[in-house]
């Protein structure tokens, strides 16, 4: 089948498989709180001593709404929400340090938004120092955080390097002036410049670039001058996401309607050229929607096998325990999930009240883990293997996944699967071919972004 048809028939709503299962299906008549808090210390007293812990922290404050975005933000241009809100995830540390018998040990940070740069180098500085107040870092840890161009200092560079921040992710999308101003997302070239290169004289070993391919009046031209301005600029790592069009779950005022989106065809064309030029200034490909330098440690990873997928994205070392932190953050215990409350003043509320702030949860079954097993391996090796005789709903997963084999986007034999070459680039429709829950329960409406 030519590209294009692939592309036509394949460009269906499906999850991004950060984790499985995947939040509209989890369980949540059968999670609760005391559950969750068994988990947790389950998994930190089996675990931390030997790989430590990661944490993720939301924060959730911008100052403009760009109208791509679908993460959970609050729209604001009031700098006092910032120490309350700090505050509140110390404190919310503190409650999960007291499931701890033992000093946790910190493998991984990220702070992630929202803008994290929203906050002033101060009370960034007050909140990190806060988190390792009573813990250990280990050896190997690596800290990153999430920043806008356009409010990042050079003091929210030396501060967070100075506390042990060594990886830098600037959210670029598209250099063309149209496309930042239907998006609201304005930062110059030039900014950039400045920022990436203070940042490697400061001493990040590590720089990424978002961008996002799909975007509102992107065209061919538009987005290969970008590229060639990100390749000047060569930071190690580049995540050439699609735009995820959710106006069900994001109905903030917009500057563009549907009419201006690239359809199907020609957004699966975007990719491809941003594809092939990336390749060209020397990136690899890592996993779904990432690319690196040779030399990276992500890439190095996909080659040696231990390449891992979480909430936070791709990374090249994998902890058990993830504890989220903030507004709306996600959770990883390895045997469930959970997520916190999505309004601010909710979760400032609850931990007012000395509880955890969880919304939700998961508790995983023993065919959930094996899944997500399958789906992990997918995701981040392109290859799996499976015991039919064990793993029985396999069988069925096998019927769905044989019109993708005889389309070639899998090799597909009795005891697994391998991902072509071809496939790389639907690699969310291979893991919808195992996902038991999605199957058993059809949403009534679109839960998800499209595919391509």
Same mark, same amino acid.
Request: hydrophobic share 45%; net charge neutral.
């Given at each position: 089948m030519n590209p294009a048809n692939l592309t036509e028939k394949y460009n269906v709503a499906a999850p991004r498989y950060t984790s499985y299962p995947t939040m509209p299906y989890w369980d949540t008549a059968n999670f609760n709180i005391f559950d969750w808090e068994q988990a947790v210390t389950q998994t930190f007293e089996l675990t931390n001593r030997a790989g430590g812990i990661s944490l993720y922290i939301h924060l959730p404050f911008c100052e403009n709404l760009c109208t791509y975005c679908g993460c959970n933000t609050r729209i604001t241009k009031n700098h006092r929400v910032e120490v309350p809100y700090i505050n509140a995830i110390l404190k919310e540390w503190k409650m999960y340090k007291e499931l701890m018998d033992e000093t946790p040990v910190i493998r991984e940070m990220h702070l992630g938004g929202g803008t994290p740069t929203f906050f002033s180098a101060d009370n960034l500085q007050l909140l990190i120092q806060g988190i390792l107040n009573g813990a250990a870092i280990h050896p190997q840890a690596e800290f990153s955080f999430e920043a806008h161009p356009d409010n990042t200092t050079i003091d929210h560079l030396e501060t967070l390097y100075d506390l042990g921040f060594k990886r830098l992710s600037l959210g670029i999308q598209d250099f063309d002036p149209k496309v930042q101003f239907i998006i609201n997302r304005q930062q110059s070239f030039e900014k950039v410049q400045v920022i990436t290169q203070q940042a490697r004289r400061i001493g990040y070993t590590s720089i990424n670039y978002d961008l996002i391919y799909g975007l509102p009046l992107q065209t061919f031209a538009g987005l290969t001058q970008t590229l060639k301005l990100v390749a000047e600029l060569k930071p190690e790592r580049i995540a050439f996401y699609s735009y995820a069009h959710v106006p069900w779950l994001k109905p903030g005022k917009r500057r563009f309607t549907e009419h201006d989106l690239p359809d199907a065809a020609a957004k699966s064309l975007l990719y491809e050229t941003g594809r092939e030029l990336l390749k060209n200034h020397g990136y690899l490909e890592v996993g779904m929607d990432h690319f690196a330098l040779p030399d990276d440690t992500l890439f190095n990873a996909e080659r040696s096998g231990k390449l891992h997928r979480n909430f936070m994205g791709y990374t090249h070392h994998h902890t058990q325990l993830l504890i989220g932190l903030g507004v709306s953050s996600i959770s990883d215990a390895g045997t469930? *999930?959970?997520?916190? +409350?999505? +309004?601010?003043?909710?979760?400032?509320?609850?931990?007012?009240?000395?509880?955890?702030?969880? /919304?939700?949860?998961?508790?995983?079954?023993?065919? &959930?883990?094996?899944?997500?097993?399958?789906?992990?391996?997918?995701?981040?090796?392109?290859?799996?293997?499976?015991?039919?005789?064990?793993?029985? *709903?396999?069988?069925?997963?096998?019927?769905?996944?044989?019109?993708?084999?005889?389309?070639?986007?899998?090799?597909?034999?009795?005891?697994? /699967?391998?991902?072509?070459?071809?496939?790389? !680039? *639907?690699?969310? !429709?291979?893991?919808?071919?195992? &996902?038991?829950?999605?199957?058993?329960?059809?949403?009534?409406?679109?839960? *998800?972004?499209?595919?391509?």
């Open positions: 469930a *999930f959970s997520q916190n +409350v999505k +309004v601010v003043d909710d979760y400032l509320r609850l931990i007012d009240e000395n509880k955890l702030p969880i /919304l939700k949860g998961h508790l995983l079954t023993g065919e &959930d883990m094996i899944i997500r097993r399958h789906i992990l391996n997918i995701m981040c090796r392109g290859i799996t293997t499976w015991d039919t005789t064990v793993e029985t *709903f396999i069988l069925t997963a096998i019927e769905r996944l044989e019109p993708l084999a005889a389309d070639g986007l899998i090799k597909l034999h009795v005891s697994g /699967l391998e991902v072509t070459k071809q496939g790389r !680039n *639907f690699l969310r !429709n291979i893991c919808m071919a195992l &996902d038991e829950r999605l199957w058993k329960a059809q949403p009534e409406s679109q839960q *998800f972004s499209m595919s391509l």
